[in-house]
């Protein structure tokens, strides 16, 4: 069974900074692609950034210049540093992980509140 578990969220000021993490495990679990997505309320859920364990990377429009995506590989945990934070950052986000076999999983997500 995987299981992701999220930490690190919580209420900042616009202008400020925040890390989140995310920590997999999964006996035999290949964690291919781990990713942060977020969701506002009323809005859909979206994409922020991915990373493969292979080193690539895709961003989100609304993040890019602003999040880096990095990740432990032997530790199976992925971060968002995320920097320069909008109000409209606010959301719950959430870590998901999936195999080359489009497996996926998801964390029980974490709220990220901007806010002065």
């Known amino acids: 069974q995987v299981q992701l578990v999220e930490s690190g969220g919580g209420l900042v000021q616009p202008g400020g900074s925040l890390r989140l993490s995310c920590a997999g495990s999964?006996?035999?679990?290949?964690?291919?692609?781990m990713a942060w997505y977020r969701q506002a309320p009323g809005k859909q859920r979206e994409l922020v950034a991915e990373?493969?364990?292979?080193?690539?990377?895709n961003y989100g429009s609304t993040v890019k210049g602003r999040f880096t995506i990095s990740r432990d590989n032997a530790k199976n945990t992925v971060y968002l540093q995320m920097s320069s934070l909008k109000p409209e950052d606010t959301a719950v986000y959430y870590c998901?992980?999936?195999?080359?076999?489009?497996?996926?999983?998801w964390g029980q997500g974490i709220q990220v509140t901007v806010s002065s």
């Open positions: 998901n992980t999936r195999n080359t076999a489009f497996a996926s999983y």
């Open positions: 999964g006996n035999g679990f290949r964690f291919y692609v």
């Open positions: 990373l493969t364990d292979g080193g690539i990377i």
